[in-house]
């Protein structure tokens, strides 16, 4: 019987939550995908740092990054960093 690691990531404030932390999983990545996810940490920093009168379009623009996050390259390096079976998001 084997059992998975599955990291369930809530939110994109979750996942730059946990980048954060281990800033050593994009300094790793090959450069489209460390390109990605600094893109990805510079919108939500943004959002969550910004100026409050920008706040809805910094969400979209956060969303819209988010979803590239689960492009399969990206995903997997995540995967391998984070030190899981499987990330779903929610």
């Known amino acids: 019987m084997q059992i998975d690691k599955i990291l369930i990531i809530e939110s994109p404030v979750h996942l730059w939550r946990l980048l954060s932390i281990k800033e050593e ?11 990605s996810l600094s ?39 995540l995967i391998n960093g984070l030190e899981c079976d499987k990330i779903e998001f929610k």
């Open 25 to 35: 999983i994009i300094d790793t990545a090959e450069e489209g995908v460390k390109r």
């Open 39 to 77: 893109n990805f940490m510079d919108c939500v920093n943004i959002y969550l740092n910004g100026c409050k009168c920008n706040q809805e379009e910094n969400y979209e623009i956060m969303i819209s990054q988010f979803e590239k996050i689960k492009e399969e390259s990206i995903l997997n390096h």
